[in-house]
Every structure is written in C-alpha cells, then in structure tokens.
C-alpha cells in the first residue's frame, strides 16, 4: 500500500465508489465531488494494483487552520490499519504543522484521539448542508 497526494492517481469514479460506503457523502454527486476535490488537497491510498482504497480531503488556508474531511477506507480494507496510515500522514504533513485542525465525525474519535483530536462540548458549531 501506498499514499498519494498526486491527484490524477485519485480517480474520481473509485472515489465515489468510496464516498457511497458512507453515511455522510452517500448521495453527492459525481460533479459535486469533482469540484470539492478541485479545492482541497486530496490523499489516496493505493493497492500495488493502484485500485484506491482509502481517501481523505483536507481544506486549509495554511496560516490557522485546516478542516480534516472525508477521510474513507474501503469496507474490504478496513481493519488493516489504513485508517491510521492514511491519518498519520497527513497529520505529519509540514504544511499542517502548527495548525489547528478541524473535523466531523460520529464514529471513529478513538483514531483521532491519538492525533491531538478532542470533542468539544458546547463550542463547535456546524451548519448541516444537503452535501
């Protein structure tokens, strides 16, 4: 396995194929994930194969913050310890180092626990979009 940030080893159909394993991106369509990746910077990992298998996006402005999304390992991969490759590299990024990141999830925390993420009661407000 390998991670990539190049995006034209992310091809936009296995992405969707990830993105329908979810409860949050099950629904978006192909042209509203081709643009959110135009936009963010975009992780894969790759089989030897190079068939996708886990995805991550990341929105930053590089100077405060970053907002860690869409972060999916393929139901057939899980268990292997993808999610952590995939999460720890971009974590260590240098491009990232010193921000404060940002994300949203309902499951999963035990992972970014390990990373320096905490829940934050009270504060962390979210407006729910159709997306």
Known sequence: MR????KTEIPL????SL????YWADKRSEEL?????EHSS????????????GFARVISDYATSYYL???VI???FRGQGLGKLLVSHIESAPEYAGLRGMLITKDAHGLYEKYGYSTLDGRFMVKTLNC
């Open 19 to 22: 993105l329908k394993q979810t």
């Open 42 to 53: 975009c992780y894969g990992v790759l089989t030897e194969e190079n068939k996708l298998v």
């Open 69 to 71: 999304c869409d972060v």
């Open 74 to 76: 393929d139901e057939a």
């Open 3 to 6: 991670i990539t940030e190049n």
């Open 33 to 37: 994930v081709r643009k959110s990746m």
């Open 13 to 16: 159909e296995q992405v969707m």
